[in-house]
Each structure stands twice: as C-alpha cells, then as structure tokens.
C-alpha cells in the first residue's frame, strides 16, 4: 500500500451526516469557501478529506464561541434594550 492510497475521501453526504447539516447545507459551505474539497470529480462530486472537515468544525466553534461572548456582552452593557 502506497502512502497517497491512505487517505480516505467523503461524499459531501457524509461530511453532512458528521456535521450535523444537510448536503445543502455542505454545498453551500463549499461554495462560501468556508468547506475546503479535495477534488471534484468530472461528474461535480466533491470529496472531501477529514482534516478539512475537523478544520471546518474549528473554525464553526471559533465563530460560535466569539458570538456567544458578543451577545453576553451587550446583554451586560444593556446596549440595545429600550428604556
């Protein structure tokens, strides 16, 4: 077995299925730039290697985490409440 024949490619069904989205949903993170693929077949099927998805998810946690914090903060600054 050569080195280049371990890596294992997902179907942006199963990136959808790990990440808890539809293939749509997947489609349009490619599409954003947001989801790196490895290749994308002559037929339009985009594959997808693992470390990218894991890298995906970061980043999703990153944003998550920051707008969480963001949204705590102007709740305890009262920004935006009407008096």
Partial sequence: MHDHDATIYLLSSDVARILGLTPCAVRVAWQRGQLRSAAVTERGVRLFVRADVDA???ARAV???KLSEDRA???NTG???AA
């Fill in 79 to 81: 920004s935006g409440a």
């Fill in 63 to 65: 944003k998550r985490k």
């Fill in 56 to 58: 995906f998810v970061a």
């Fill in 73 to 75: 903060a102007r709740r």
